[in-house]
C-alpha cells in the first residue's frame, strides 16, 4: 500500500464511520485497519496489547516512535498504544503544516502540546477547509484524538505510548509490501477417501494461523454435502458429511479466496489378506498338486484377485495385501489395515482360508466356516457368508460349527489384533483342501466363489453400484 492510498483509506473512513463508533479509540481503529485490509487482535485493548507484544500475531511487530513515522510514511499501518487508548498513526505530512480544525498547523498543535487538535489530511481538505471530509466540528471531535501522525505526538505521549507497525519484515529493518492473506484448511483426510454420511472435521484460517480461524462457505461441484458449524475453543470447526458417492471436490469460500481439496466417497473399506501358507491341495485322485502348481496361497490370492475385480463395479473401497512375511505368518497385515482404513465402523479385515482337517482326523470333512470378532455385527456377517459359500459348494457341510466367536481355543490372530485397533475381522474359510472334491472345485471355481462372497458384503453393508 502506498502514502497516498493510506492517507485516502484514512480520509474515506473517518467521513463514513458510523456516529455512534467515534467515541471508541478501538472501533475507530479497527475501521481503518479494516479498509487498510489488516486485522487487529480480538478483544479489549489489554488483549490487543498481549497479543501485539508477543510479537507473533500475524505481521505485527513492535517498533520505536521514529521507525513508526518511518513505516507510517511509507504506507504501513501503524498504531499507538497508551493506557487508555489505541490511535493510528498515519503519514507525517498527513497532519503536519497543514490546517487543522481550528484553524492551527498540526505541527503547531503538537508543539503547543495540544494533541487534540492536531487532526489529519483525512480530517480536513487540502485548503484547510473540511469540504472533502467530515466537519470541521467532527473532526475535531474524534480524529484528533484517535487518528495522528507520530509528529502530532507530545513528547510525553511519545515516551509513554507503545507502537506496532503491520506488514514489517523479520529479516530486515525495512518495510516490505504486506503479503496477500491466504486461505489455508486443516484436517484434509490424509487419504482422499471419505465414507457416505460419515463426517470429519475441517479448520479454515488465515495465514497458516490457527488462532485466526473463519467461518468459510463450503460448496462442492460435484455430488452433495452435509455441513454443520461449531465454533469450540475460539475456533470455527466445521463438520462435513458427503451424501453421495464417487470423486468430489470440495471448496472453502472466504471473502475473495477459494480452497480446494479431492475426495472420493465410499459405502466401506475391504482389506482382504489371503492365506499365506504353501499348503498343498489333494487331488481326485487322491495324490496331492505340487505346491509350485497349486496351494493355499495361491488359490486364496486368485479369489481375491476376482473379488477385489467383481466390487471395482461397486463402492467400495478395497485393498490387497502384498505383506508376507515367512509361512503361516501374518505379522504387519493387521497394521497395514489400521492405517489404511478410515473410518474403523465401515471397515472390514476379510481373511481368506481354505481347510484341512487334523493330523490325527482320518475322517474327510466338508463345508466353509467362519471365525469372527464380535465387531459391528461380523457374527450376523459370517453366518451369511457361510450360508453363501455352502450354498454353491458341492458338498454338504458337515461344520457343527459354522460362524465361531474368536475366542480360546480359537483367538487367531488375525481377529484378535484387528480387534484390538477396533477393525471388525472374519477368517473364512471356503471349504477343505484335504476333500479331493472341494479341492477341485476351490481351484475351478474361484470366480464363482468371489462373486459369491461380493454379493453378500455388498447386500450386508448396503453398497451402491457406480
Not at 466390487?311 to 492405517?339: C, F, K, S
Amino acid at each position: 500500500m502506498t502514502n497516498q492510498q493510506y492517507k485516502n483509506i484514512v480520509d474515506w473512513t473517518l467521513k463514513n464511520l458510523d456516529a455512534a463508533a467515534r467515541d471508541d479509540s478501538l472501533s475507530v481503529a479497527r475501521a481503518v485497519l479494516n479498509n487498510c485490509g489488516v486485522s487487529l487482535p480480538e478483544g479489549g485493548l489489554p488483549e490487543i496489547l498481549d497479543a501485539l507484544q508477543s510479537g507473533d500475531y500475524m505481521w505485527w511487530k513492535s517498533c520505536t516512535c521514529e521507525e513508526a513515522r518511518s513505516f507510517a510514511d511509507e504506507g504501513q499501518p501503524v498504531v499507538g498504544v497508551d493506557g487508555g487508548r489505541l490511535v493510528v498513526i498515519v503519514p507525517s505530512d498527513t497532519a503536519s503544516g497543514e490546517t487543522a480544525a481550528n484553524g492551527e498547523t498540526a505541527a503547531d498543535a503538537g508543539n503547543a502540546g495540544d494533541a487534540e487538535a492536531a487532526v489529519t489530511a483525512a480530517s480536513v481538505g487540502a485548503a484547510g477547509t473540511a469540504s472533502n471530509s467530515v466537519t470541521a466540528e467532527a473532526a475535531a471531535d474524534f480524529g484528533s484524538r484517535f487518528v495522528l501522525s507520530a509528529e502530532a505526538l507530545t513528547e510525553e505521549q511519545r515516551t509513554g505510548m507503545q507502537f506496532y507497525a503491520s506488514g514489517v519484515s523479520t529479516s530486515t529493518s525495512t518495510t516490505t509490501q504486506q503479503p496477500e492473506r491466504k486461505l489455508t484448511l486443516y484436517g484434509i483426510p490424509e487419504r482422499p477417501v471419505a465414507i457416505k454420511n460419515s463426517g470429519f472435521e475441517i479448520i479454515a484460517c488465515m495465514d497458516n494461523d490457527l488462532q485466526y480461524t473463519v467461518d468459510a462457505e463450503w460448496i462442492t461441484d460435484s455430488g452433495e454435502l452435509y455441513v454443520w458449524k461449531e465454533f469450540k475453543n475460539h475456533t470455527h470447526i466445521a463438520h462435513i458429511v458427503p451424501l453421495q458417492n464417487g470423486p468430489m471436490t470440495i471448496t472453502a469460500i472466504y471473502e475473495s479466496q477459494r480452497c480446494s481439496f479431492n475426495i472420493t466417497v465410499y459405502n466401506m473399506h475391504l482389506y482382504l489378506s489371503p492365506a499365506n501358507h504353501h499348503k498343498p491341495y489333494t487331488k481326485v485322485d487322491g495324490t496331492l498338486y505340487p505346491i509350485s502348481e497349486v496351494s493355499e496361497r495361491k488359490n486364496m490370492e486368485n479369489i481375491a484377485a476376482y473379488l477385489k475385480n467383481f466390487l471395482n463395479g461397486y463402492w467400495v473401497d478395497v485393498m490387497v495385501t502384498d505383506i508376507h512375511n515367512a509361512d503361516q505368518q501374518y505379522t504387519g497385515r493387521p497394521q497395514e489395515a489400521d492405517a489404511w482404513i478410515v473410518n474403523k465402523e465401515k471397515g472390514l479385515y476379510l481373511a481368506l482360508h481354505s481347510n484341512a482337517r487334523d493330523k490325527d482326523d482320518l475322517q474327510i470333512h466338508s463345508g466353509s466356516v467362519a471365525f469372527y470378532n464380535d465387531l459391528y455385527n461380523t457374527s450376523s456377517l459370517a453366518l451369511n457368508l457361510v450360508d453363501a459359500v455352502d450354498e454353491v459348494l458341492p458338498t454338504i457341510s458337515d461344520r457343527s460349527g459354522r460362524a465361531i466367536k474368536g475366542e480360546y481355543p480359537f483367538a487367531f490372530g488375525e481377529m484378535v489384533y484387528p480387534k484390538n485397533f477396533g477393525i471388525a475381522s472374519i477368517i473364512l474359510e471356503f471349504g477343505f483342501h484335504d476333500n479331493p472334491i472341494e479341492a477341485d472345485f476351490l481351484l475351478k471355481e474361484e470366480n464363482l466363489l468371489a462373486e459369491t462372497v461380493g454379493r453378500t458384503l455388498v447386500d450386508f453393508y448396503e453398497v451402491e453400484r457406480r
